[in-house]
């Protein structure tokens, strides 16, 4: 089979199956394709699958047919060959038109598809690719230009305001990178930049995170210099900020509650000089070997992992650790640029995630001991889910108090800090400190 044909035959999936687009990729139907070829149908399948509800406005306006009335075999074919239209400039348009074309069967299907995309095409070429009236609904407008569901948007507009959520929803689809942390164990961040730099990666420091470096684009971390001597391990700034928030040292007895895939436990590890006592649990017993395998390649001995349900008090830590970690199940609406998949998902069921993370937190109030902390995460940009949880918390756990903290120039108010995509380039991400004890409200600077 072409790229085209596995390509289209992964949508198809994608669609009637709802597989994950990176599960797609790693299965066997692409392992007749080279290197290059494995390249081009990545990016082909991850472009159609961002910009999906784009492409449909298109097909629709120019088939003057709701997207939902056209067979879902064809409009996939569609969406193939609009992707190749618009947004892959290496094949020029007649190609990427008589190409997908041969994706058709019959006649009459074949000839649907090439007089949509043929008037794609022309549309392009003339700046005249039809869209929603922005003055009119402008988070239509903005649905479409970026691809994003309605709900979506409005939500965004109704927490940042229709400019900030346009540069947020922009932010997630251009900015490409790959942030990996540090194990300053083994080799400080000026050494692994240099030895990255070497090899060809062009590599960075974070200006956010001190542990942190920044490789622009995707790329696999796994033929990276260094990977196999455990120099470092795959993790956004945002999520290693949270750990510098919570501070550990050597020493310190801490439960990382929903630890999975392991990067809040490793770091913690570095940051304690591995010589204290983590607890990495999590529910799916499935997810345990990536902690595991990850422990062993970074050379952490600290760590403990085992299957545990967070909502389940384990009554043998009860008033006995130095610092807890609620990285808690979320909506992921602060890291809609990395998973495209996820921007597709129904609002449905959102509203049952506060519960879910109240209960977490009361499990894991009974595991500090006097002056202990409790570190609240989420990757998601929902008040409800963040904000509101926290007072939640606050308003039934009367000897928990937030604790401010500060990272560089980044400052929490009453304990808690978010990070927006747009604003400080890391995932969009929720960060809240709570001390046990009265009269420890707040961290020294």
């Not at 204290?276 to 760590?303: C, P, Q, T, V």
Request: glycine residues 6%; proline residues 5%; contains cysteine.
């Amino acid at each position: 089979m072409t790229v085209r044909e596995i390509a289209l035959r992964m949508l198809d999936q994608y669609e009637t199956e709802g597989k994950y687009v990176n599960l797609l990729l790693s299965s066997h139907i692409a392992d007749p394709l080279n290197p290059k070829e494995r390249a081009a149908l990545t990016a082909l399948l991850y472009t159609v699958v961002e910009h999906k509800l784009t492409y449909d406005y298109y097909v629709g306006s120019v088939a003057k047919r709701a997207t939902a009335d056209i067979d879902p075999h064809t409009l996939n074919i569609l969406r193939l060959g609009a992707c190749q239209i618009i947004d892959m400039e290496s094949i020029p348009d007649f190609a990427a038109v008589n190409e997908t074309v041969g994706l058709a069967s019959g006649k009459g299907e074949r000839s649907f598809v090439n007089a949509v995309l043929r008037r794609i095409s022309a549309l392009k070429a003339s700046g005249e690719l039809p869209m929603p009236d922005r003055r009119k609904n402008p988070a239509r407008y903005l649905s479409v230009r970026y691809s994003f569901p309605l709900w979506m948007v409005k939500h965004f507009i109704s927490l940042l305001g229709e400019d900030a959520a346009e540069r947020l929803l922009r932010c997630y689809n251009e900015n490409e990178y790959t942030d990996l942390t540090v194990n300053t164990l083994r080799i400080s961040r000026e050494e692994l930049i240099e030895r990255l730099r070497t090899s060809g990666v062009d590599a960075e420091a974070s200006p956010l995170s001190p542990s942190t470096v920044r490789i622009d684009g995707a790329c696999d971390v796994r033929r990276l210099e260094g990977f196999a001597e455990g120099l470092f391990f795959v993790q956004d700034t945002a999520s290693a900020l949270s750990q510098l928030a919570l501070a550990p040292t050597p020493g310190d007895r801490i439960a990382d509650l929903c630890s999975a895939p392991g990067g809040k436990s490793f770091l913690c590890a570095i940051l304690s000089a591995d010589e204290g006592e983590i607890y990495s649990m999590d529910i799916h017993e499935s997810k345990l070997s990536l902690i595991r395998s990850g422990a062993e390649r970074l050379g952490l001995s600290s760590i403990r992992v085992s299957e545990a349900d967070a909502r389940v008090r384990r009554e043998e830590l009860t008033g006995s650790l130095d610092r807890v970690i609620c990285d808690c199940p979320c909506s992921g609406l602060g890291v809609l640029g990395k998973k495209s998949d996820m921007r597709y998902r129904s609002p449905e069921g959102m509203e049952e995630l506060p519960e879910l993370q109240l209960e977490i937190l009361d499990a894991a109030s009974a595991y500090p001991k006097e002056g202990g902390y409790i570190l609240y995460s989420t990757c998601t940009l929902n008040p409800s889910e963040n904000e509101e949880v926290v007072r939640r918390f606050l308003d039934t756990h009367p000897s928990f108090h937030p604790s401010d903290f500060l990272l560089g120039e980044l400052r929490s108010e009453g304990g808690m800090l978010t990070l927006y995509p747009h604003i400080h380039q890391t995932d969009g991400f929720f960060i809240a400190k709570l001390v046990r004890g009265v009269g420890a409200e707040r961290e020294e600077d």
